[in-house]
Structure formats: C-alpha cells, structure tokens
C-alpha cells in the first residue's frame, strides 16, 4: 500500500474543498491505516492544524489512546518542530516524509523562523518570561499527586 499517495490524494481532496494547505498525512499500524487526513488550518481557524497533528488527534481519537508507539507517520512534507514535538509525545517513532523544510520554504511556507528559535539562532520571534514563583501555580502540582493518591 503506498500510503504516500493516501496522504496526497487527501491532501488534494482538501485543498480543493479549501479545507487546508497542501500538505498531508497518515498514521499506520503495521499494515492497518488508522488516519489520513490533510492540512486543517483553514477549516478549522486553527494554527495547530497542520496534516501531521490532524492525523494524531484522529489517529488518537480512533484507537481511544494517546500513545502511538506502534504506529508510524507518513508526511507528505518534513514536519515542523510543533509536529515532531506531537509525533514524539504520541510515541511514534518513525516519520516517512517526501518535500523538504526547504521545498515548503520555496512555496511560502516557511518553518524555518521556530527552527531558528528553538535552535536559539534568533531568540527574537518569542519573548519567554519566567515570573515569580506563585503558590497557585505550585499547587497544581500537589493537586494533581492529592488526586491521584486518592484514586
Ligand atoms: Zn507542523
């Protein structure tokens, strides 16, 4: 099965119906295709919806886990560093892809600044500021460790 072309013909399927960007995905468990899905940006007004996150939320939301360790990914494009962040919280450890950073670059969609930031090239495009400590915030912490206990 050429799961790439699921991912295109998915991608295309959506470009057209002006749903998302040209890129696309899919997650597969041995020889069983769990999600193909397209770029959902546009659709949903939503930056996170790249192909690759699309396919792990339904991927996720299909087998009723958050771990993937037994699946792959097919992207149609390198994944930017927020989907490799969710590929590898989700377990997954192998990505298929085909266009490169520097192919999507070329046509306008460039990934290349969070590159840059989380290299720590130009720290420009984000100010993270770390505030003083707050009890509410460390009491999550405890909450979370009460709840648990208490389960
Ligand atoms: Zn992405």
Redesign the pocket.
Known sequence: MDYMKLAVDKTIEWMNENIGGP?GAAVVRGDEIIAVTGNRVIADTDP?Q????AAIREACQRLGTTDLSDCVIYATCE??????S?IIWSGIKEVYYCNTAEDAHKHGFS?LHLRDYLTGKDKSVLKMVKVPAREDCDYLFEHFHRLKENK
């Open positions: 890129f996170s790249h192909a690759e996150m994944p930017c560093p927020m989907c490799v969710v990934d």
